[in-house]
């Protein structure tokens, strides 16, 4: 499969294989690339939903692995707020540096998101899963996005997110509602042999997982 960033987003054909004609942006969000007008029309249902000016966050929606499933549907936040279960303040860092990271933020970034998720992307989160800025492996929304989920329940079990991680506390996922999945459209059977095998052998329940 043919990969990189000149690529159309629905049948991955690259700029060398598209007849030769060069591949264009979408002309609402400048952000998905098409080899023609065929396959942006079959993509728009979906695409839609999506569709938006482009904003500085864009470039980093796909992950790491850069498959299409993996893809953020949410925007990058700065957290600006405490959270006491983990002991951390504005930027999720330790609380008692909050106040220089803020300092520094204003100061020598002059509150320019772009250039201060360069240097502190940790000190940001997707609002459509709750995962850090700086994850590069997928996007952990256990059935609310329109592609497939990513978490180890939802892809290699198939099962809920155990309560002790749901209702654990972390700034990153504190004020979203997210649901507990599993998404159907994750689940991989041979992972989750797998993954069922290696619990019973540890001894370990689903909520210590």
Request: aromatic share 12%; glycine share 10%.
């Given at each position: ?25 979408c002309t609402g969000c400048k952000a998905r ?106 996007c952990d929304h256990h059935g609310t996005g ?64």
């Amino acid at each position: 499969m043919p990969s990189g960033k000149d690529v159309c987003s629905v049948c991955t054909k690259c700029k060398e294989e598209a007849d030769a004609k060069k591949l264009f942006n979408c002309t609402g969000c400048k952000a998905r690339l098409y080899c023609g007008q065929q396959c942006q029309k079959a993509d728009w249902p979906t695409h839609k939903k999506q569709c938006k000016p482009t904003v500085w966050y864009d470039k980093y929606r796909k992950c790491g692995h850069g498959g299409s499933h993996e893809i953020h549907e949410g925007r990058l936040e700065l957290i600006t707020w405490s959270c006491p279960e983990d002991d951390t303040g504005w930027g999720a860092c330790f609380a008692e540096e909050s106040d220089g990271l803020r300092h520094q933020f204003e100061t020598e970034f002059r509150g320019d998101l772009k250039k201060f998720y360069k240097y502190w992307p940790q000190g940001f989160r997707w609002t459509c899963c709750g995962c850090c800025g700086s994850s590069t492996y997928g996007c952990d929304h256990h059935g609310t996005g329109s592609k497939p989920c990513t978490c180890d329940f939802c892809f290699r079990m198939g099962k809920p997110v155990s309560d002790k991680i749901y209702n654990e506390k972390v700034a990153s996922r504190m004020g979203l509602t997210l649901p507990k999945g599993p998404d159907p459209r994750s689940y991989n059977p041979l992972l989750a042999m797998n993954a069922e095998i290696g619990r019973s052998i540890t001894g370990m329940d689903e909520d210590d997982f």
